[in-house]
């Protein structure tokens, strides 16, 4: 307990975690319990979920119901950060905001210096050395996002890098972040094949997509990337006619008696998570 | 576990009285100045910390700077001088893409004037397994920035896991030239080498006026121009590496007839798909000059 507070009290209505409110300590069971919260945060985020194919990489996003009242485009989810590379974030809008505009920087600084393209490692590391430095220094809180970074490399292989809160990083074939993610990952696991075509891997992307989004609103968004291509947004028809050959080819349904697992519902009215 | 539980918590809320909270670009170095992390004593002046940043991210090493009182003087009584001192980087030093890769030839003399100081220097700095530099100009410079670029090279490498390509590396050089120019650097240098994950090699020269150009074919030194003549009437890009060879050793030993900063031996390297290799280590060039046209070229008509 410290005593130069000179600011009173708090009231906390929870388990004791007196160490959970300093992101820079450590609790005795070896917990940075603000990193641990930074999870949670992501786990309120819209699911993202990417998929690395034979010569492309997909990022598919489940789009969430405007408002009424909101003009759609401001709030993105996929970002494009240079020519070769994007990113897409689950979590904190804002967090994820700030972000991409380092990282965009940063890929420019990188141009300057070395006059070539920076690699996908290199950025996703950069990102996740970022997000590491928020849990050690300064005592401020952690990023509140995990992001999928995909690009193309030099050597024109497709990459897909995943980063999250505690500043960790891994190169993926196929992974999603966000709200039901577990499940889109349980189903990729069991149908990602390698050598995926393009096709393959959109129809792909729209079944694990198809797990977690609202049934009856279906609204996703879906980009991809080729190699030496800049990143490509489709269409909504083209999305929307590509979910009705999903939906037909899909195994037909469980046995009767057998019990689905129910998809968790959530407030996806809170503009702060995306 | 109780149910709810109301604890008393004191926090550490000092942070609010420190003046430096709330200032904007917090965001600026990623490395944010909070009362948490220093005493007032302990924080850098604003030039430290720009510096050591700038040291971090391995854009300069932390030379002193070469003293103005002394450098500006000099420039300025002379400006002549130094442009003349520019051109006779006395050397030849040459470089050339074909089909099979790269061909790097160099002579080995060096001078100060008219006294020829050695026959025998090694004017290609083999940066690492797929890099080479050449050096023209002042040998020291070469050397030691050729040198800061190798160790800039191995710490991306190390750091990023993946090798510095050429046009990187070459882009290297120049960022820690650039800082000093107009202050009497004298290089003139090619960067030559292959990108092993692509397959691709690449040739760049760089001036220390901070010119970086990307080529097939570049002569740097005194006796350049004539190294370009043969280079020039000869070059293909199709040719073996037998013919490659000839054609480099051809264009040097005709710059070291003609030119007195030219000389000693002939060294020739060749970059290939996996790195590069030493084809001939020291070819004593006049008498290779005299076995190649000896006969032919002995023009004193003695009466």
């Known amino acids: 307990v410290s005593t130069q507070s000179t600011w009173g009290l708090l009231i906390l209505k929870r388990m004791s975690n007196r160490y959970d409110a300093a992101v820079t300590k450590f609790s005795p069971s070896g917990h940075l319990f603000q990193v641990d919260y930074a999870f949670e945060a992501v786990k309120r985020g819209a699911c993202a979920v990417g998929i690395k194919t034979k010569d492309s990489v997909i990022l598919g996003v489940e789009r969430k119901s405007m408002p009424k009242l909101q003009e759609s485009g401001t709030i993105k989810k996929i970002f494009q950060l240079d020519k070769h590379l994007a990113m897409a974030c689950a979590g904190l809008t804002a967090d994820a905001r700030m972000l991409t505009q380092r990282t965009v920087l940063e890929c420019q600084q990188y ?145 009767p008696g057998a019990v689905p697992i129910p998809k968790q519902q959530h407030n996806m009215t809170n503009l702060h998570f995306y | 576990y109780m149910g709810l539980s109301i604890m008393a918590y004191f926090g550490d809320f000092s942070f609010l009285d420190d003046p430096q909270f709330g200032l904007p670009d917090f965001y600026g170095d990623g490395l944010p100045v909070g009362a948490y992390t220093s005493l007032a004593e302990d924080k850098k002046s604003a030039e430290e910390e720009v510096r050591e940043e700038f040291l971090s991210e391995g854009l300069c090493i932390g030379l002193p700077k070469p003293d103005a009182n002394i450098v500006l003087p000099y420039l300025r009584s002379s400006p ?128 220390d006026d901070g010119m970086r150009i990307q080529g097939d074919l570049f002569s740097i030194g005194s006796g350049s121009p004539y190294a370009y003549g043969v280079l020039d009437s000869s070059y293909k890009y199709d040719m073996s590496l037998d013919e490659a060879v000839e054609l480099g050793i051809k264009a040097i030993i005709n710059a070291t007839f003609r030119d007195s900063a030219s000389g000693g031996v002939v060294r020739v390297y060749h970059i290939h798909k996996t790195g590069w290799k030493i084809i001939h280590d020291a070819l004593d060039v006049s008498a290779l000059y005299h076995e190649k046209y000896g006969i032919q070229k002995n023009h004193l008509h003695l009466h």
């Open chain 1, 111 to 255: 141009r300057l210096t070395y006059d070539q393209q920076p690699s996908v490692n290199y950025i996703a590391k950069y990102v996740a050395k970022m997000k590491q430095r928020y849990t050690q220094v300064g005592g401020r809180r952690p990023f509140g996002i995990s992001s999928l970074i995909m690009g193309f490399d030099q050597t024109k292989e497709p990459m897909l890098y995943l980063t999250e809160p505690s500043g960790s990083y891994s190169l993926w074939k196929a992974s999603a972040i966000g709200h039901n993610a577990k499940n889109v990952t349980e189903l990729l696991e069991k149908k990602y094949k390698d050598g995926l075509s393009h096709e393959e891997g959109v129809k792909l992307v729209i079944e694990g997509l198809l797990e977690v989004v609202e049934s009856g609103n279906k609204n996703m968004e879906i980009a991809y990337m080729k190699n030496d291509e800049k990143l490509i947004k489709m269409k909504d028809e083209e999305v929307k006619s590509l979910i009705e050959v999903v939906e037909k080819e899909k195994s037909p349904p469980a046995a």
């Open chain 2, 80 to 207: 002549e001088k130094t442009k003349l001192e520019k051109y006779s980087k006395g050397t030849t030093t040459l470089a050339f893409k074909f089909s099979k890769g790269i061909i790097v030839a160099v002579d080995a003399r060096a001078s100060m004037g008219t006294f020829i100081g050695s026959n025998k220097v090694r004017k290609i700095i083999e940066i690492n397994d797929y890099l080479l530099g050449t050096m023209a100009g002042g040998a020291a410079d070469c050397m030691f920035w050729e040198r800061v670029l190798a160790e800039e090279c191995r710490l991306y490498e190390l750091q990023h896991n993946e090798k510095l390509t050429v046009r990187g590396a070459s882009k290297v050089l120049l960022n820690l030239i650039s800082q000093y120019r107009g202050q009497g650097l004298s290089m003139g240098t090619m960067v030559a080498g292959i990108d092993i994950s692509t397959g691709n090699n690449d040739l760049f020269f760089v001036d």
